[in-house]
């Protein structure tokens, strides 16, 4: 059984009170839930105030990056020992905004997600089609590529660290939904690849998160497919009432 994952990627939203107020407010809000994993990701410099305000509950930290190398002259970057040292337990590499708005390539996220486990955090590892990708028929290619090399080199033991995130381009602030029918057949396909990579056990028991317009209305029916294991949410993340509801959906 894998235990559904729920978290929030508060992008570059917030600032030092509102992050906090967010924070405190899901704490309250999610007393008691232990059913489900939930992680939220605030921007990096608001990660130890939010850090303080989950501290006496189940709710982790994550970051929205992290760098590959481990210090020096890397002007603007943060190392993984950074983002423990303030209390981060998961690191999402890879995001589509990463690839398309900075450019990020295969190799480089790569490089993260294998660093991310080394460095002892849990990568919540994001791939995703563009809309003209899947228009002209290559999602399951494109997505296939970018697990396979983002996930080159890491071994049986490693992987176990890592969740997928499966968020179509398109689907991300957008609000078009995959439909649950379109989500399962990438998260299969993405957990037969895994399959022949790791083998069953392995696959079966990697956690698959879908993320891309994904809110209170439409959760029940994601978390309905039998390969979706939870959710990355970003514009609905920063509304203690609908983040808490959806995790009280799935709880
Ligand atoms: P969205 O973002 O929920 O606002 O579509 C999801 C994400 O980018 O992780």
Not at 33 to 54: E, K, M, N, R
Not at 58 to 71: H, K, M, P, R, T
Request: net charge negative; glycine share 10%.
């Amino acid at each position: 059984m894998r235990k559904p994952f729920i978290a929030g990627n508060w992008k570059m939203n917030m600032n030092a009170a509102s992050a906090v107020s967010l924070a405190s407010g899901l704490v309250k809000e999610l007393e008691g839930v232990d059913s489900v994993d939930v992680a939220v990701c605030p921007p990096f410099v608001y990660l130890q105030a939010v850090a303080a305000a989950l501290s006496a509950s189940n709710i982790a930290l994550g970051s929205q990056n992290v760098y590959f190398e481990e210090n020096g002259a890397f002007t603007g970057e943060i190392s993984c020992d950074m983002l423990k040292d303030v209390c981060c337990t998961y690191a999402i590499i890879g995001h589509s905004e990463r690839r398309h708005v900075m450019g990020e390539t295969d190799e480089l996220i790569n490089k993260k997600v294998s660093a991310a486990i080394n460095g002892g955090l849990l990568p919540i590892f994001c791939v995703g089609e563009l809309l003209a990708e899947r228009n002209a028929g290559t999602t399951n290619d494109v997505v296939a590529r970018q697990v396979k090399k983002g996930l080159e080199g890491i071994c049986d033991e490693r992987i176990q660290a890592v969740t997928i995130a499966y968020e179509p381009v398109w689907a991300i602030g957008t609000g078009l939904t995959a439909t649950p029918e379109q989500a399962q057949e990438v998260h299969a396909m993405i957990r037969g690849l895994l399959t022949e990579l790791y083998g069953k056990d392995i696959a079966q028991s990697l956690r698959i998160q879908y993320g891309g317009s994904a809110k209170p209305g439409n959760t029940a029916e994601l978390m309905g497919q039998p390969d979706v294991d939870g959710l990355l949410v970003g514009g609905a993340s920063l509304k203690v009432e609908d983040f808490a509801a959806m995790v009280k959906t799935v709880a």
